[in-house]
């Protein structure tokens, strides 16, 4: 039997249900449990892949191509369960099935209303994934926060749920958040008693309490809390704030969250096994030696939008034994004369992916910084498109290179659109995505990194390296070295005789985790430490230079 576990969050947004959501997820499969996580976000998009990241963030893509929440990405970071289609439920989602379904006659000439059909569709969502991988526990986090009118469906779907599942296989998980007011000195409780007082209203008792705070509580406002929110005292936890994610799980752990889940969802209690986890944070509470990379992009200044990068380059980092400081570059700042005083003290340059014109030049003049110096540089997706385009206009002398993207009478479009996409007109759900298999060219910097010859890695893209350039591109040095043969598309390149230049069509932030990081993030990060103690013996040596004269 599955047992079924929903996240709710209360008082603000942004407490971080996504990650408490993936520490349970981690701590439950510590103990031998199954486990998949579950996003129902209650816009009413499809998906978020047609949403600008001033809007949403970061888009998170899975192997089967869902282009889906970035809490997603917590969750296959924490956990070692492979996120689907199935994982990430809008209403948009749900409102298009229901009328799919009334339009070809399904329901019978019965009236179509929210409540049964809508929260029937959201009930089908939760069961469709726990039979699809015979699941001990289904974690859903419904995003938003409770009162939003948006949430109401989803929240009623999960009321109901016991009387289909039974009630000891169902937990409920309010998140809140208890804030420290600076003026009065005092932790308040007062919103968390509102926010669970709108959970009861509509029917949840929540089991479990996680408040969110900034400085932990003592006993009495636990008790208070307990109090006012119908709750016995051991079922509130704290969620203090930390540094480091994922030591949000071993916090969670020594309060005893998962024991507690565990003998609420009267599943037995075995000894966990959290050693590596554990092993992690140690390790990252002594890194003392740090690399600087220069992240290029047009979304710098928002928290969310490169969010599987800055964690691909911190588990690069746990690889290599540094701690990663990033510098968040906005390409449009970036000219030609301010080149040297932007990037000179990077240890490493990456470029991520991306959309449109605006800030084009900038991103195809730091790759050719990183080109001419020997930085190591990172290139995903448009970061690979903008090194292909530097390299075809100042290497191969095809001035005015471009991406049809961009320029679409460009004389040498070196980036050109996919043939799949040739005559595609909606743009929700339509790029070329998902996990495609790509086969290595052996002997090259990425076959090594990767230890392997065929790799599958996850895209999400329009354009391609245009195959007509190619051999001008590898009689310049610009060497190949990931194909992907159905179609002959160019997925990876490098430069010979470069430390490290490579770049990728793909997204390889998406398969790295905390205690295994990407090849191509610990292969740059390990270029980009010894480029620093590089840096740092030539600047010393100047030094000594100077004081000498
Ligand atoms: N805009 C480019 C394309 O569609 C790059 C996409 C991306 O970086 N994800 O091919």
């Known amino acids: ?35 998949t996580l579950q996003k129902f976000d209650p816009y009413i998009n499809v998906d978020p892949g047609t949403m600008s990241p001033f809007q949403h963030g970061e888009v998170f893509v899975t192997d089967d191509g869902a282009e889906t929440d970035l809490d997603l990405g917590h969750y296959e970071r924490f956990t070692s369960a492979t996120m689907t289609q199935d994982n990430n439920v809008t209403t948009g989602q749900i409102y298009y099935a229901v009328i799919m379904k009334e339009r070809r006659g399904d329901y019978l000439g019965g009236t179509v209303q929210v409540v049964p059909h809508i929260t029937d569709e959201i009930k089908d969502s939760i ?30 779907a999960i009321r109901q749920i016991p009387y289909d599942v039974g009630r000891e296989n169902v937990l409920y998980v309010h998140l809140t958040l208890v804030p420290f007011i600076r003026a009065a000195s005092e932790l308040k409780t007062k919103p968390t008693q509102h926010s669970v007082r709108t959970l009861r209203e509509i029917g949840v008792q929540p089991d479990i309490l996680l408040c969110r705070t900034e400085r932990r509580f003592d006993e009495a406002t636990r008790a208070k809390i307990a109090l006012f929110c119908n709750l016995n005292v051991d079922a509130v936890f704290q969620a203090v ?64 939008a490169y969010k599987s990068i800055y964690e691909s380059l911190r588990h690069g980092g746990f690889a290599n034994d540094v701690k990663i400081k990033i510098e968040r570059i906005d390409s449009e700042t970036l000219t030609a004369d ?16 991306g959309f449109g014109t605006r800030g ?5 003049r730091a790759a050719g910084y990183a080109r001419e110096h020997g930085i190591p540089f990172l290139g995903i ?35 050109d659109l996919l043939e799949s996409q040739k005559d595609v007109k909606d743009l929700g759900g339509t790029m070329r995505l998902g996990a495609y298999p790509c ?73 790295s985790r905390p205690l295994n990081a990407h090849p191509l993030f610990r292969g740059f990060i390990k270029a980009a430490k010894r480029w620093s103690a590089t840096r740092q013996r030539t600047e010393q040596a100047q030094v000594t230079a100077t004081e000498q004269e």
């Open 381 to 415: 997706c448009l970061g690979m498109q903008c090194a292909v385009i530097e390299f075809a206009r100042s290497v191969c002398g095809l001035e005015g290179a471009n991406s049809t993207e961009f320029d679409t009478d460009t004389r040498y479009p070196v980036i």
């Open 439 to 511: 086969r290595l060219q052996p002997g090259t910097k990425v076959a090594e990194v990767y230890g392997a010859e065929q790799i599958h890695e996850r895209h999400r893209h329009r354009f391609e390296l245009n195959n007509q350039f190619r051999k001008v591109f590898e009689e310049k040095g610009m060497v190949v070295s990931g194909i992907y043969e159905e179609s002959n598309l160019v997925e990876i390149v490098e430069l010979r005789g470069h430390p490290w230049f490579v770049a990728c069509q793909f997204h390889p932030e998406f398969k």
């Open 1 to 35: 039997m599955t047992k079924f576990i929903f996240v709710t969050g209360g008082v603000v947004s942004s407490l971080g249900k996504g990650i408490a959501s993936a520490s349970i997820g981690c701590l439950l499969e510590s103990r031998g449990l199954k486990v």
């Open 360 to 364: 084009i030049e900038g991103k195809i």
């Open 127 to 156: 069961c469709r994934l726990a039979n699809k991988g015979n699941f001990d526990v289904v974690i859903t986090e419904i995003g938003g926060t409770v009162g939003d009118i948006e949430g109401q469906p989803f929240l009623e």
């Open 241 to 304: 704030d930390v540094d480091e994610i994922y030591e949000v799980p071993l916090l969670f752990t020594q309060q005893g969250l998962d024991d507690m889940i565990l003998k609420c969802l009267h599943l037995p209690v075995t000894k966990h096994n959290l050693t590596e986890w554990k092993n992690l944070i140690d390790r990252i509470r002594l890194l003392q030696e740090s690399v600087t990379i220069g992240v290029v992009g047009k979304y710098v200044h928002l928290q969310d």
């Open 338 to 353: 301010r080149l040297d005083q932007i990037l000179g003290g990077v240890d490493g340059i990456l470029i991520p992916g």
